[in-house]
């Protein structure tokens, strides 16, 4: 079901993750991605999925929550292990036909299939513990040098967070389309795959017909409201970073520098 996807929400708690300063998370899974793509061997692996696993536990939350999240991009995780495992370089292991396992192919698709769950984890950990609000802050400040070339960052920082706003808003309009379109007798889970596609031209045109009629209703009340801009506004709530922030970033320079030591001193796996 499409309402049980839980990407894009977010989920008040008391948690280590969720007192971070926004503007630290979000450096924080920058750096991580960077990392995350620099591990070569199995050992600087296994200390980033440690370092993710780390950070779900901080953030308390349910990890319903994380494997809800895991399920949009399954398909897409299985299909890519698959390539990596099929077409691999190196000594055959075992070959069918066109189909043959390496060493190689098997150490690639382990790699590509840690690296995309760990991305999805991480990122759902910050939307998780993150709120749109403290999202577009973050952003802003973080972009602020910007403006020197007359960069608009407010409204790319606003038109961020509303895109992550309205994430379980439309999956939660997918499924009541479905649903209304199941009961007036639309048949979706049978026939082959290009009857399922045609089966989701009556899903997507209400879809992108909601879509639209929001953001014109989310237009006008900002309109309504005299918005205009992020020039002279003040917030209500003010991020700063504190010791916790250091800490986190001092985590994670340990584990860039563990991951670099294993690149240089053990051998490559892929």
Known sequence: MVRDVAFGQYFPADSVMHRLDPRAKILLFIGYIVIIFCTFNYVSLAITTVFTALFLILSRISPVFYFKSLKVILVIVIITS??????????ELWQWWIFKITLNGINRAVFVTVRIVCLILASSCLTFTTSPTELTDAIERLMKPL??????????????????????????ETD????????????????????????????????????????????????????RGGAGRTRMKQIHMAGRDTAAFAALGLVIGGVIVCNIFLPAAI
Request: hydrophobic letters at 50%.
């Open 82 to 91: 698959l390539l990596n495992l099929f077409y691999g370089s190196g000594e």
């Open 176 to 227: 009541k389309i479905m649903q209304a379109q199941k009961a007036r007798g639309a048949d979706m889970e049978s026939g082959n795959l290009i009857k399922r596609v045609k089966a989701m031209l009556p899903i997507l045109i209400p879809l992108f017909v909601s879509a639209f009629r929001r953001a014109y209703d989310v237009a006008t009340a900002m309109e309504c409201r005299c918005y």
């Open 147 to 172: 403006k020197v070339i007359h960069f608009p960052v407010h409204e790319i920082a606003m038109m961020m967070s509303l895109a992550l706003r309205f994430v379980p808003t439309l999956l939660d």
